[in-house]
């Protein structure tokens, strides 16, 4: 493929020559973030995929943190950045970005992307399959410039952070062979990342994407009235329930086939719905309202540009669009994603979280082995 040829290039002009194998620790730093998944990841891997329709580019994404689009889908930091800073390491660039050093990782993770090749295949996404290619040639580069020592030193001193299945739930019809196939998908992308050194993987379940507001919008839409007492479309978060269920079972079962492997499962779903039940107390003022977009729960325009002064409807839309003063008063920035106030109250508690949230255990827990700075510091 061309384009990895010329991000080869890029690659090995970025890696420093100077940089040496870290001497072994009883508590070493980590010193690699390696992060595979969909927009709830996305550090701006769409944005460089040549007519992609699921890109985020535009104001007023990442208003809050970045002051300007970076291709997250949401206002500022994601859960991969809070993991990356909580670690010691420099955000992560997408791995399309040019010039980008991949030295503290990368993040491959694309918006729209699924475990399986056909989720979303023609609207310009990368799948779990060719983020692993991905890997693959990331890998092979350090290998060839900095030698076995140093690669095989980086990955057993580096994490892998998964977030996959949602796009495939929502763009299939959920079966059990859905299910086996994804959760096939996802067994053997965790093995391929063992078997090329790293040992630290952790997984983000699928969040209960029946209280999104475009879930909500289209309920209220088609006067859908069997609802959860939180206003969810329940059938779709049962869904949800069962897949992050077939997940965690097969977290324990790698874990005991693979006795190296320190693996976690971090389950939002229990995060989010005591934050639906008693926003206030969680510091929340709007949970079901998206920050930013337009229509019925600002969910039936796209939140793009939503705070241009100029914008006027045309033809094309119904409603106007609106972005709020506070994205820290909303759980949600869009239709579908947290606000960074939100990414970051799912990330304290996976870090201090009790099992029911963080299985095996919390992250502190996980990071037990390693000399970790701190927590995520509060936005």
């Not at 995060?271 to 969680?282: C, G, T």
């Amino acid at each position: 493929m061309e384009a990895l040829r010329v991000l080869t290039i890029v690659f090995l002009a970025c890696i420093s020559t100077s940089q040496a194998v870290t001497p072994p620790s009883t508590n070493p730093q980590v010193q690699g973030l390696f992060v595979f998944g969909d927009s709830a990841l996305d550090g701006g891997e769409n944005t460089y995929i040549p007519g992609s329709k699921i890109v985020s580019a535009v104001p007023p994404y990442g208003k809050t943190y970045f002051s300007k689009p970076t291709g997250r889908w949401t206002d500022g930091r994601t859960i991969a950045d809070f993991l990356a800073q909580a670690l010691g390491l420099p955000l992560l660039p997408p791995f399309l970005e040019p010039g980008a050093n991949f030295l503290s990782g990368v993040n491959f993770a694309s918006a729209g992307a699924g475990l399986l090749d056909e989720t979303n295949v023609h609207h310009g996404v990368i799948s779990m399959n060719q983020q692993l290619r991905q890997f693959r040639n990331v890998t092979n580069e350090y290998r060839k410039e900095k030698g076995v020592e140093f690669t095989n030193q980086l990955l057993k001193n580096s994490v892998a952070l998964f977030s996959m299945g949602a796009n495939d739930i929502a763009n299939a019809l959920p079966s059990p062979y859905l299910f086996q196939q994804m959760i096939q998908a996802y067994s053997s992308a965790i093995q391929e990342i063992y078997s090329y050194g790293i040992k630290h993987i952790i997984i983000l379940l699928v969040p209960p994407i029946g209280c999104t507001p475009n879930l909500r919008a289209l309920s209220a839409q088609s006067r859908n009235t069997n609802l959860t007492p939180e206003g969810c479309t329940g059938i779709i978060n049962i869904l949800v329930d069962a897949y992050n269920t077939q997940l965690q079972n097969l977290a324990v079962k790698l874990h005991h086939d693979f006795r190296e492997l320190n693996i976690a499962t971090l389950n939002p779903s229990p995060v989010i719905m005591n934050v639906l039940k008693n926003p206030q107390k969680y510091g929340f003022k709007e949970v079901e309202k998206a920050c930013c977009g337009g229509g019925p729960f600002n969910a039936a325009e796209f939140c793009g540009d939503a705070d241009k002064h100029d914008w006027k409807p045309d033809h094309k839309t119904k409603y106007a669009k609106f972005v709020c003063d506070n994205p820290k008063d909303y759980l949600y920035f869009d239709s579908n994603h947290f606000t960074e106030a939100g990414y970051w109250f799912v990330m304290k508690n996976f870090w201090h979280g009790s099992y029911n949230i963080a299985r095996p255990s919390s992250l502190d827990f996980f990071f037990a082995g390693f000399n970790v700075p701190n927590p995520p510091p509060r936005p």
